[in-house]
């Protein structure tokens, strides 16, 4: 990846843009949102219009990001308005942004920037800044700031850090790197405010999803064969008013800490007929983004997911996919 190259395009393509849209991946997560709110403090620097779309709104623990304003997620809105300019960000493809039936409705085919850090990026845009080595993607957003001169206001400090904070998780998984501890570094000194940001992600557990997660840790069993601990979320498992996210991420990465087995996976049963599986692992000589990919879906090499088609049942005390 070619910083001053891309990055050049990109600013150039910005400047010509008339009305551009910003599209974060469904059920975003804090990189997502803090990737788009750094690129929206910076257009409006440049004085520049533009639109945010994603499928779902925040969590509430995040919502503070974009100050407790709802993001458009209605297609119908946006499918008469000839954006000329499309960013996406933190998404491996069109699809898991959620947008690829709104894009291909547009009469007239936008631009597409696709601001991204996941290995397993399709590379989609007619610009692609895609570093996979970057452990976030308001990582690599830093990186294009810092090459343009963007002034860091404190707002896009926040933002930066958050994504670094949630793609790290608190800079303890192995993704982590002197040079994200370098960036938290200087947005903190750029007013980043680390106590604030690193709560609102790491602690936000309710005793209701404690209990849930009691459920799915009951079910954790071990195969030897593949030195894998499996664990499965039903829909029963949820009580009203609990995101799938809060409940499915937060046993994933709790999982990541187990020592003793090469990874961890989560099959957790969906309401369209699909299974969603949730792949960890700490091993250094283990790519969970292969597995997914063949698996249709993606992710990082230490922490990735998919979907596949079928039920989980319950035959004689073991969980199956049928």
């Given amino acids: 990846m070619d910083i001053s190259l891309v990055g050049k395009k990109i600013k ?144 896009i400090a926040n933002a930066m850090l958050a994504g670094i904070i949630y793609d790290t998780y608190n800079f303890t998984n192995p993704n982590t790197t002197h040079r994200s501890l370098e960036i938290a570094s200087k947005l903190l000194l750029a007013g980043a405010q680390l106590y604030q940001v690193s709560n609102s992600i790491l602690k936000t557990k309710s005793v209701d999803t404690l209990k849930v997660w009691g459920k799915i840790l009951v079910r954790l069993s071990y195969s030897p064969e593949f030195d894998l601990a499996t664990t499965v979320i039903t829909k029963e498992d949820f009580t009203e008013g609990m995101t799938e996210s809060e409940v499915t991420e937060g046993v994933a990465n709790f999982l990541n800490n187990l020592s003793g087995v090469k990874a961890a996976m989560i ?26 990919k063949i698996l249709g879906g993606g992710g990082h090499k230490k922490a990735a997911g998919f979907k596949v088609k079928g039920r989980l049942i319950k035959k004689d005390g073991v969980w199956k996919i049928v």
């Fill in 267 to 292: 099959l957790q049963q969906l309401d369209d007929g699909f299974i969603k599986g949730s792949l960890r692992t700490n091993n250094d000589l283990i790519d969970v983004s292969k597995l997914a």
């Fill in 12 to 155: 150039s393509k910005i400047n010509q843009a008339t009305n551009i849209l910003i599209i974060i991946h469904q059920q975003p997560d804090a990189d997502a949102l803090g990737s788009l709110v750094a690129i929206s403090e910076w257009l409006d620097s440049m004085g520049k219009d533009y639109t945010h779309f994603c499928l779902d709104q925040p969590k509430p623990n995040l919502s503070w990001l974009l100050k407790f304003e709802p993001l458009i997620n209605d297609q119908k809105l946006l499918k008469e308005i000839n954006f000329d300019l499309v960013i996406v960000l933190d998404s491996g493809d069109l699809k898991y942004a959620g947008a690829q039936e709104l894009i291909s409705s547009f009469s007239i085919k936008p631009f597409i920037i696709n601001i991204d850090h996941h290995p397993t990026n399709w590379e989609f845009g007619d610009i692609n800044l895609v570093d996979p080595k970057a452990v976030s993607t308001t990582e690599i957003i830093y990186k294009l700031f810092e090459f343009l001169n963007v002034e860091i206001t404190s707002t």
